[in-house]
């Protein structure tokens, strides 16, 4: 006698365009005050720079709305605004280094040309990947691509070890980063390998001290992998890549498994690695010496492995203090690596704790959308890579600032859309495709055809409808309790053929923990309920 | 999965928390002392960018800022040169700063407490913050006067106005030039800052307040105050003054200048100054005892390593746990006797003023940059060092030095001025240091001086204090009276 009622979701265009006019209105104006405040004058090319800036980013709004309709409205405006900061301040910087005869004065440029090739990027991802689920055939092509591209730095001839660490590829006059891309490949097989096997993970196997240990043959490739991944990047003595991966790894684990032991076990594992790390060593050794004593004066003029680079950052940090020395009036070319490493400092100081921890908020909701996305899409293959890719954003962001602010040792990572690099912005700008992707999955409102009357199985209403009090609160899309039995249809939610509910397609979702009846039902409510979609999967634990 | 993932959620909040908590940390809990930090340059470097205050010397900067197309963006200049280098001391981005440069950084900078507002209204303005004026009490003249007579000799000299402990001069030779200091070029400013370190006679460090010498007999002023203050004695009082003293418990004798008599055994306290007889205040030292004599000594000014002018004095030393024969080579400024020529310009200024010792100060006002005062430096009373009569008394007993006995090269036509020699010894084979303390007009004091001249100066073994540092304070009195 239940009828589930998708409450009326807008598809957003209309909120991105609005929120686009700020989030460029950022980009744009900084760059003219960065102009003003470092050299007197508006930046000669701004119009030029406005326009572009503007284009690519309505580009993409098309492209979504011709593509992913529902796509969520908020991702794209953060990314333009977070990628316009990063402009801004690049740009800076670039003017501070052209005074001073530096060679890396053209980093503006070059960025502004990445962020180009990074839009293209995107759209094309969001054109071609008509439906995240395809990925999924791709898993074990993407581990390979995951190992494939964190061995390439060790390639000899191919590989070029710059400041210390490998982790650069280099062909003709292009270098790249293949860390940044194998993240995503290996986002997609943790997300492919653990939903086809994440209920053998989190119940066969033995408990050990009220934990639940898996199996070996379970758990055994995709320890591989990333013991494989971890090894590697220990040789290129990428610090930061191996905790973010490690971070991806249990996260995504914790994910599918749904069992806290799970981060138990990481953490265990990870203070353990990090202290064998320290001891055995010297440059890990060293990073924490730094992270600990950083303004020690012998630290500070230590060589190499000094301390001198984090505090100067901290120096800059401290120059801004609350409300920021104005963009332009600072000095962030006085802290090494500024662009990229440290653009946090370096932002920081020009715009202030404030502005800082404005953009934190900006990152939070970037995040706290993409795992909105994941808790919203149907498919245990959406929920495990929106989430994990999710996470990556969060989990970098929290490394590098964790790292320039002391939180944390300093490991060295890019700072998501905000530092220069082209690999960084690239893979960044393709997570935030993916999520839009997903998303657009998440929120398209279920077909009326599905909302059919459903047998009556005892349900009361009460505990069917419970995730919203009955015509009640800010549903408006309600418009009361329909009559028992009645098939209700929303007026304005497109009927798609190829809608995924009805979409076996080549990739079945396939959740053990589907029921017909209650489950089934209770999965056509709408993605934008801001209640559990499959509470009660966790029946069946 | 949806509770893991928001449990993952709260997860990523926690750590988006730990940030801005952290960035809180490092932004506005340790911002101040980051910002202090010396490795941090960035501080200089925004200091030389902003309008730094100018220094000011009787209407006229000594020190300022002016504007140059680097990236500095400001060049401080020192118009004079090293005349004002004691006062004003250098500023420099290689070698950091010193003298009032340093002391008042933050009235300079704009960074004190009191231009709060200032600041605020800069910043709301969007005017480029400057710093405030520093205005000094030195006079010009007097300055010029003092540096004109010390020229070509290692010395100092520190002159005071009695009633108020306003500085009026403070000169220490030789100088340096602050604008060579002062170039952006950091090798250029460190090669010159080295070549200063080892350039004879120590020209970096003020011998105005950071040297202590000997006062050889000039301390007899104090050993005299503390006689005349026990109440046993007066002016007239006969005090012993044989030719040669042979120390208690020792072989070693006192003699008189030149070995000459003080005229007879017995001689007056006020003849026995005016003559500067050694044996005479030797015998005096012991007959008055240590702690009357260190005590004196407080008053005056000694023993008090707080002292800051705002640089601050190097701690005047006079001795104790002496034996007797200690305890008289220290009453005639001997032995481990030790004061700075500030000091000795407070003594002097401390009976001008009638016995009441005013504390010696060099900034006067301090102004923003739209000329409000930010502050004023009130005279403060620093001690009552000898009562009024005892104070008369040694004006007197100082106007006879200067009249008719070993400083009569401090006489002024018309003005009656009061002083006091001292030659005294350093190390064997070295000319000794001279000393001439005075002020004037002896029964209305405008300006109370003390000067030095290290081992002699031009006049080499010949030098007395009488000789050598006297006509250089009768040309800072001159010029303090032209005025």
């Known amino acids: ?541 | 999965m949806n509770t893991p993932l928001r449990r993952l959620a709260t997860i990523t909040l926690v750590m988006f928390v730990a940030l801005m908590a952290s960035a809180t940390w490092v932004q506005f809990f340790q911002a101040e002392s980051l910002n202090t930090d010396p490795r941090n340059v960035r501080t200089l470097y925004r200091e030389h960018g902003n309008a730094r205050g100018p220094i000011v010397a009787g209407g006229e900067a000594i020190a300022s800022s002016v504007p140059v197309d680097d990236p500095f963006g400001y060049q401080r200049v020192y118009p004079q040169g090293d005349l004002y280098s004691a006062v004003t001391g250098f500023y420099s981005i290689a070698n950091g700063r010193s003298e009032l440069e340093k002391y008042e950084n933050d009235q300079l900078t704009g960074r004190s407490d009191q231009l709060f507002f200032t600041r605020i209204r800069d910043l709301l303005t969007g005017k480029r913050p400057e710093g405030a004026a520093v205005e000094t009490t030195i006079l010009p003249a007097a300055q010029q006067a003092a540096f004109a007579g010390l020229a070509g000799q290692g010395g100092a000299v520190v002159a005071i106005e009695p009633s108020s402990g306003r500085i009026l001069a403070m000169v220490s030779t030789p100088g340096f030039d602050p604008n060579v200091l002062a170039v952006h070029s950091t090798s250029e400013a460190a090669a010159q800052y080295r070549a200063l370190l080892q350039a004879p006679g120590n020209p970096l460090r003020s011998h105005a307040i950071q040297e202590r010498y000997a006062p050889g007999s000039t301390f007899k002023l104090v050993t005299a105050a503390a006689a005349l203050e026990s109440g046993s004695y007066t002016a007239d009082t006969a005090v012993p003054s044989p030719t040669t003293l042979t120390l208690p418990q020792t072989s070693a004798t006192i003699g008189n200048f030149g070995g000459s008599s003080c005229g007879g055994e017995q001689v007056s306290l006020a003849e026995a100054l005016r003559i500067s007889c050694n044996t005479a205040f030797a015998s005096l030292g012991m007959t008055l005892g240590e702690d009357a004599l260190r005590e004196q000594a407080e008053r005056f000014g000694f023993h008090d390593p707080e002292l800051t002018v705002p640089m601050p004095v190097v701690e005047s030393v006079f001795p104790s746990g002496l034996d007797p024969a200690q305890l008289a080579q220290s009453a005639i400024g001997q032995r481990d006797v030790q004061a700075s020529p500030m000091e000795m310009a407070m003594v002097a200024s401390a009976i001008a003023n009638g016995g009441r010792l005013m504390t010696p100060f060099l900034v006067d006002t301090v102004r923003a940059a739209d000329l409000t005062v930010v502050s004023k430096t009130e005279p403060q009373v620093f001690s009552d060092a000898v009562s009024a009569s005892t104070a008369s008394a040694l004006t007197q007993m100082m106007v006879g030095v200067v009249d008719s006995g070993t400083g009569k090269a401090a006489r002024i036509n018309g003005v009656r001025v009061a002083g006091k020699t001292g030659t005294a010894q350093t190390v064997e084979g070295q000319p000794p240091h001279a000393w001439f303390t005075a002020f004037a007009p002896a029964d209305a004091p405008r300006v109370a001086v003390a000067v030095i001249v290290e081992n002699g100066g031009s006049m080499g073994n010949e030098a007395t204090g009488g000789a050598a540092a006297a006509p250089i304070a009768r040309a800072v009195i001159e010029a303090v009276l032209a005025s």
Do not use: C
């Not at chain 1, 998501?416 to 929120?443: H, K, M, Q, T």
């Open chain 1, 1 to 541: 006698m239940a009828t589930v009622q998708p409450h009326r979701v807008r598809p957003g265009r209309g909120t991105e365009l609005l929120l686009l006019v700020p989030a460029l209105g950022i980009g744009i104006a900084g760059y003219v005050l960065a102009g003003l405040g470092a050299t007197g004058s508006v930046p000669p090319h701004v119009i030029a720079y406005a326009v572009g800036t503007t284009v690519l980013a309505l580009v993409v709004h098309v492209v979504l709305r011709l593509r992913a309709p529902w796509a969520d409205p908020v991702i794209l405006p953060i990314v333009v605004a977070l990628n316009g900061i990063g402009l801004t301040m690049i740009y800076r910087i670039s003017i501070a280094y052209a005074e001073r005869g530096r060679s890396e004065a053209g980093i503006a440029d070059r960025q502004l040309a990445w962020t180009a090739i990074s839009v293209a990027l995107a759209i094309a991802v969001l054109w071609f990947l008509r439906d995240h689920r395809t990925l999924r055939r791709y898993t074990y092509t993407a581990m390979v691509a995951a190992l494939v591209l964190i061995v390439l730095p060790l390639v000899p001839g191919l590989g070029q070890t710059i400041n210390g660490a490998r982790i650069w590829v280099r062909v003709g006059p292009v270098g790249m980063q293949p860390a940044e891309f194998a993240k995503i490949a290996l986002a997609v097989f943790f997300a492919g390998y653990l939903v086809t096997h994440r209920d053998t993970l989190a119940l066969a196997g033995k408990r050990v001290l009220g934990l639940q240990l898996p199996r070996a043959r379970d758990l055994g490739p995709i320890i591989l992998v990333w013991a494989a991944s971890l090894a590697v990047l220990v040789l290129q003595r990428d610090l930061g890549t191996s905790l973010l991966f490690f971070g991806l790894f249990v996260a995504v684990l914790y994910l599918a498994t749904e069992r806290t032991s799970w981060i138990i076990i990481g953490l265990v594992l990870f203070v353990g690695g990090a202290g064998v790390a320290a001891a055995t060593f010297g440059h890990v050794g060293a990073r924490f010496d730094v992270w600990l004593h950083a303004l020690d004066d012998e630290i500070f003029s230590r060589d190499p492995g000094g301390s001198g680079q984090l505090v100067y950052g901290l120096f800059g940090m401290a120059n801004g203090g609350l409300f920021g020395t104005g963009l332009g009036q600072g000095r962030p070319d006085l802290v090494p690596f500024s662009y990229s490493d440290f653009i946090v400092a370096a932002l920081g100081e020009e715009l202030g704790l404030t502005g800082l921890i404005a953009i934190l908020l900006l990152y939070t909701i970037l995040v706290s959308r993409g795992l909105r996305t994941a808790i919203g899409v149907r498919d245990g293959f959406g929920k495990l890579l929106a989430g994990g890719l999710s996470f990556v954003v969060a989990f970098q962001l929290f490394v590098v600032v964790g790292g320039v602010t002391r939180l944390i040792p300093l490991t060295g990572l890019t700072t998501p859309f905000l530092a220069y690099g082209g690999s960084s912005l690239v893979a960044n700008w393709i997570v935030a495709a993916l999520l839009l992707r997903i998303s657009d999955e998440a929120r398209r409102p279920v077909p009326a055809v599905r909302a059919i009357p459903t047998p009556d199985i005892g349900i009361p209403l009460s505990a069917a409808g419970r995730s919203r009090p009955v015509g009640g609160g800010r549903s408006t899309g309600r418009t009361g309790t329909p009559a028992a039995g009645t098939p209700v249809v929303v007026g304005d939610a497109p009927i798609r053929t190829s809608t995924p509910a009805l979409d076996t397609g080549p990739v079945p979702d396939d959740s053990p923990t589907q029921h017909l009846g209650a489950d089934a039902l209770l999965q056509d409510e709408p993605a934008t309920d801001e209640h559990d979609t499959d509470h009660r999967g966790g029946e069946t634990r």
